[in-house]
């Protein structure tokens, strides 16, 4: 198990080596490193049990809620 600590501080790595790269590549690698580490934060965090969190390291919880507006008359973006 990866601790959820550790791949956050490997982002934070990342993060500066991008802010100082030298060059437009430098700086790709390291933004392509820290998809890559948060595609395994992620992928863990659908299989529960496969990273270890503490209470103050869980990630907040993004809920998908449909929008509800007055006017509206339909589902679909093209309804009007």
């Given at each position: 198990?990866?601790?959820?600590?550790?791949?956050?501080?490997?982002?934070?790595?990342?993060?500066?080596?991008?802010?100082?790269?030298?060059?437009?590549?430098?700086?790709?690698?390291?933004?392509?490193?820290?998809?890559?580490?948060?595609?395994?934060?992620?992928?863990?965090?659908s299989h529960p049990g496969?990273?270890?969190?503490?209470?103050?390291?869980?990630?907040?919880?993004?809920?998908?809620?449909?929008?509800?507006?007055?006017d509206a008359n339909g589902?679909?973006?093209?309804?009007?």
């Amino acid at each position: 198990m990866i601790p959820m600590n550790k791949l956050l501080s490997e982002m934070e790595k990342q993060l500066a080596a991008a802010k100082t790269a030298g060059d437009e590549q430098m700086m790709r690698e390291a933004l392509s490193a820290i998809r890559s580490l948060c595609e395994v934060a992620l992928s863990a965090e659908s299989h529960p049990g496969s990273l270890k969190l503490t209470a103050q390291q869980s990630p907040p919880v993004l809920r998908h809620e449909k929008l509800q507006e007055e006017d509206a008359n339909g589902d679909s973006i093209f309804d009007f």
